[in-house]
């Protein structure tokens, strides 16, 4: 009897002592896990499923496998762009399966949820998929870092170069849901401040394949622009019925203002062509992003686009403050993450601000015609860069509680 309290009580005492010790630091159960909880399925796959997970993968593996002596692991689900089902699998892998981090999140209503739950769990949540500008303002969370874009510096990109080529009048095809609200609303703030005009909108259901007849009322509005505030496969669709209508070709501009490589890539060039986009990366921009574009390419047989790319630095750079941070616990990484410069393929002098926005330049470029693209994937020509102390919202205008005024 008194060897099996001794026993219990020596277990007792290294429990306890684990728990101090996870407290003071090292790592919390032994593992370092990361979930990326993506759409697997559905129409933003192409922007995020299985290229999320490997670009993960990817940069786990370039990281060493380990962090302060214990293993990463990924693991992954498909949240079916249902909220109901995407909060559900964060709140499990968070307090069952012991998930430090969620990666990707797109579909911004998710990401929005999903922040809130890492903030309820004291731990991480990075948006790489998402774009609604709301995820650092008044929807930010100490616990979350949206990564690679967002709708106000997608705004700001179309905005400069559009009512720079005197385009003025704007109508807007709007996705019906949190991003394409976003998207228009920061568009449209944009518009207003430099001078630009809204001549009307219409919202459409994200899961719609048939655009005609909003199609057909934004080309009755004779505005210069027509600007699609969507994404997926609706978005694309989109642009092919708006070919047809012959809009694009005459006086009215067709403006993706969220495009995506797989799209261009979806569409070709004689439907693309002229599109004019902002992006965070371009796998042929220079030496660095061609060298992690050709070892992308080998997994998925395609090239990477600024989800993936950034889905993989923010990875590294969760890895590289958990291993200055001496912990996994989340307080200490984010304060890491925050403090720690970025300076990959990715971005040069990036850096997360204080409402978990990562700044970093932003690209504007244009798809080319077909008769200028000379190899597969080749498909942007570059029309301008906005310095990152540009390309996002100042935190002067921000609506994000954690940012002092």
């Known amino acids: 009897m008194r060897g099996l309290v001794a026993g219990g009580l020596a277990a007792c005492a290294l429990a306890m002592a684990s728990a101090a010790s996870a407290q003071q630091g090292g790592i919390s159960d032994g593992v370092v896990r990361i979930g990326v909880l993506t759409d697997m399925s559905g129409q933003f796959s192409h922007e995020s499923g ?38 559900g699998r964060a709140r499990e892998w968070y307090a069952v399966q012991k998930v430090d981090m969620i990666a990707n999140l797109i579909n911004s209503a998710i990401a929005i949820g999903v922040a809130d739950v890492a903030k309820e769990r004291d731990r991480i949540a990075i948006v790489n998929g998402s774009g609604s500008s709301r995820l650092t303002g008044d929807a930010c969370t100490p616990n979350s870092i949206h990564y690679a ?12 170069g559009l009512l720079g080529q005197g385009l003025d009048t704007w109508f807007f095809l709007t996705a019906d849901y949190a991003f394409g609200h976003s998207l228009e609303a920061d568009t449209t703030a944009i518009l207003k401040a430099r001078n630009g005009r809204v001549v009307g909108s219409i919202r459409y259901p994200i ?31 989109a642009v092919k019925s708006a070919r047809e209508f012959g809009i694009g070709t005459g006086n009215q501009r067709v ?40 070892r992308f390419f080998e997994r998925m047989k395609r090239m990477p686009h600024m989800g993936d790319a950034g889905d993989y630095s923010s990875t590294m750079h969760y890895l590289r403050a958990i291993q200055a941070a001496g912990t996994d616990a989340a307080g200490p990484v984010m304060a890491k993450m925050k403090e720690m410069p970025i300076n990959d393929f990715f971005a040069t002098n990036g850096r997360i601000r204080e409402d978990g926005r990562m700044v970093h330049d932003m690209y504007v470029y244009e798809v080319k015609r077909p008769s200028e693209s000379k190899y597969p994937w080749d498909y942007y020509r570059l029309r301008g860069t906005i310095p990152a102390s540009e390309a996002f919202r100042p935190l002067s205008e921000s609506a994000c509680p954690l940012v002092k005024k």
Do not use: C
């Open 50 to 87: 299985r290229g999320s997970v490997t670009a993960i993968q990817m940069a786990v593996e370039d990281f060493g496998g380990r962090v302060l002596g214990a293993p990463i692991e990924v693991i992954s689900s498909d949240h079916q762009n249902r909220p109901d089902v995407a909060l």
């Open 207 to 237: 899961e719609t394949n048939d655009h005609s007849s909003f199609l057909l009322r934004a080309q009755d509005s004779k505005a210069k622009v027509i600007a699609i505030a969507g994404s997926g496969t609706s978005f694309v669709n």
């Open 255 to 294: 403006a993706g203002l969220l495009v995506w490589d797989t799209d261009v890539h979806a569409l070709g060039l004689e439907v693309a062509q002229g599109l004019l986009l902002t992006t965070a990366f371009y796998w042929d921009r220079d030496d660095r992003t061609r060298a992690w574009a050709r």
């Open 149 to 160: 874009y967002d709708t106000y510096a997608l705004a700001n990109g179309a905005a400069r």
